[in-house]
C-alpha cells in the first residue's frame, strides 16, 4: 500500500500548459481514469477552473473532485472566510465543476481578519447544506489549526479530514509540529509539490531549465529561481544529484519514491502531483509505482535534508 494519487489541477490553463481547453482536458481525465487515478484537486483561483469553462470537467463526474475557497493573493486573505464570501466561492466552483457537490472543501489560505468560531462554522454550513462532504485546511499555520480543532472539540462540530501542505526532499518542516497534531486529531495529510516546483529534477541545478517554469521565458521563471537560489540548497542539491545519477537514477525519481513509500505519510493520505504535458503525468505515476527505493539511497536523502534543514525547518 501506498498513499493515493490525487491530480491536482493548479496547471491547467498556465502558461506553457498542454491543457488549455476542454479537449485537452478531456484527453488528461481519460488518461488519468486509465492510470486508475480517481481523485482530483483544484481551486477557485486555478486558471483554467477560474474560468466559465464547464465543458472542460464535463468528465470530472467520474472522479472525487476537492476545491478551495477563492483567496484573493493581492491581499493578506482578510474577508475570503466570512459566510457571503465562502457562499459566493462555493456556488461559483460547483457550477464551472459541473455538479451539486465537492468531495471536499478547503480553506486556501488562514484569513485573519474573521472570526475563527465564524471561519470554522461557514464550513459546517457547507456541509449542511449539502455542497461538499467535508472539510479541510490547507496552507494554514499549525497555532491556527490547533484552535479550530478546540473550537470542532467545544462544539461538536465535524473536524476537518486532510490537511494539505508542502512536503518533499527539502520541505520536511511538517514532519515536527504540524503532523503530529494531525495525526492526535485523526487527519490526513495530502502533500503537494512532490519535487519542489521542478527543482527537486535537478535540471535548475545543471543548468538545464530552458523550457520549464525555471526558465527565462517563462512568466514566473525569475521568481521561481529566486525561491530555490539559496547557495547552501544549490550546493547540497548538485552534491544529491550527483550521488543520486551514480547509483543509476534521477534525482526525481529518488524524490517521488521516496514520498510514497519512505516519507512520514500513511496509505489514507495523499500525494498531489500535477503535469503541464501529457507524458508527464504517465512518467511520474510509472515513477512512483516502482516501488520503494533500494536501501543505499536513504542515507542520500536524509543527507540532502540535514544539509537544508536549518533554512528550511520552517515550510509548512
Request: glycine share 6%; hydrophobic share 40%; with cysteine.
Amino acid at each position: 500500500m501506498a498513499p493515493q494519487i490525487i491530480f491536482g489541477t493548479a496547471s491547467l490553463g498556465m502558461p506553457m500548459s498542454a491543457f488549455q481547453d476542454a479537449e485537452t482536458v478531456q484527453e488528461l481525465l481519460h488518461t488519468l481514469q486509465d492510470l486508475a487515478i480517481t481523485r482530483l484537486d483544484s481551486g477557485a483561483r486555478y486558471p483554467l477552473t477560474a474560468r466559465a469553462e464547464p465543458k472542460s470537467f464535463l468528465l470530472s463526474k467520474n472522479f472525487l473532485v476537492d476545491t478551495k475557497i477563492f483567496t484573493d493573493t493581492a491581499t493578506d486573505g482578510s474577508g475570503n472566510l466570512t459566510k457571503d464570501a465562502i457562499d459566493r466561492s462555493t456556488v461559483a466552483s460547483l457550477h464551472r465543476l459541473r455538479r451539486e457537490a465537492v468531495n471536499v472543501l478547503h480553506i486556501h489560505r488562514h484569513d485573519p481578519a474573521t472570526p475563527l468560531e465564524e471561519q470554522v462554522r461557514n464550513f459546517i454550513d457547507q456541509i449542511s447544506q449539502g455542497r461538499c462532504k467535508a472539510w479541510a485546511a490547507s496552507n494554514v499555520p499549525p497555532p491556527i489549526l490547533s484552535e479550530m480543532l478546540q473550537l470542532c472539540d467545544k462544539n461538536g462540530w465535524q473536524k476537518p479530514v486532510c490537511y494539505q501542505g508542502c512536503y518533499n526532499l527539502i520541505s520536511r518542516g511538517m514532519e515536527k509540529r504540524l503532523l503530529p497534531l494531525l495525526r492526535a486529531h485523526g487527519i490526513k495529510y495530502n502533500a503537494f509539490q512532490p519535487l519542489a516546483a521542478g527543482f527537486l529534477t535537478g535540471k535548475l541545478v545543471n543548468n538545464e531549465h530552458a523550457g520549464t517554469c525555471f526558465g527565462d521565458d517563462h512568466p514566473f521563471g525569475l521568481m521561481v529561481r529566486k525561491l530555490f537560489g539559496d547557495e547552501d540548497l544549490t550546493s547540497a542539491m548538485k552534491k544529491f544529484d550527483a550521488a543520486v545519477k551514480a547509483q543509476g537514477l534521477t534525482p526525481a525519481e529518488v524524490a517521488l519514491r521516496w514520498l510514497t513509500h519512505h516519507s512520514s505519510l500513511e496509505d489514507d493520505d495523499g500525494v498531489i502531483i500535477g503535469a503541464s504535458k501529457l507524458q508527464q503525468v504517465i512518467d511520474t505515476v510509472g515513477l512512483i509505482r516502482k516501488g520503494p527505493l533500494p536501501d543505499a539511497l536513504i542515507p542520500l536523502v536524509e543527507e540532502l535534508w540535514s544539509g537544508v534543514e536549518e533554512k528550511r525547518q520552517e515550510i509548512l
